[in-house]
């Protein structure tokens, strides 16, 4: 038995990836940057009008946006809608995988369990401004 619900799904995760880089780059996100993003970004589930979805939480994107910026690596400046729109169709990919491989329903009793699926208002309060919450705590003081 998997450790979490990430760790059960770690496989479809690595099939869509694969399968969905073959598909990049999309406008503004090439492949090295693709990689960078989502690293930098955690999929969650939410509860989106009665029903469970994989969607991004892209918090660290504008932060890596600027070190990206200043770097000479290629793909830095990359548009952060044209990336949230990369994250959300891999997630829904991976979404799809992971319902093929019969493991959906197994894998959001995990997340219930665990506490980890967000409701769709959560979602969008800490999606809205792109920010992680420790980004927010130093700008209430900086």
């Not at 994250?87 to 319902?99: P, S």
Request: without cysteine.
């Amino acid at each position: 038995m998997a450790n979490s619900w990430r760790e059960y799904v770690k496989q479809e995760f690595m099939k869509a990836d694969n399968e969905f880089v073959e598909k990049l780059p999309m406008n503004s996100i090439d492949l090295s940057t693709f990689g960078l993003i989502s690293e930098a970004t955690s999929f969650v589930p939410v509860r989106m009008e009665g029903e469970i979805h994989l969607r991004p939480l892209p918090g660290g994107l504008s932060a890596l946006r600027k070190d990206l910026k200043d770097s000479p690596r290629p793909g830095g400046g990359f548009d952060l809608d044209s990336a949230i729109q990369t994250l959300n169709a891999f997630g829904e990919e991976w979404e799809e995988v992971i319902k093929e491989k019969k493991k959906w329903e197994e894998m959001v009793k995990m997340a219930e369990d665990e506490g980890q699926i967000m409701e769709q208002t959560e979602y969008e309060e800490k999606s809205e401004t792109g920010s992680s919450f420790l980004d927010k705590f130093k700008n209430m003081f900086g």
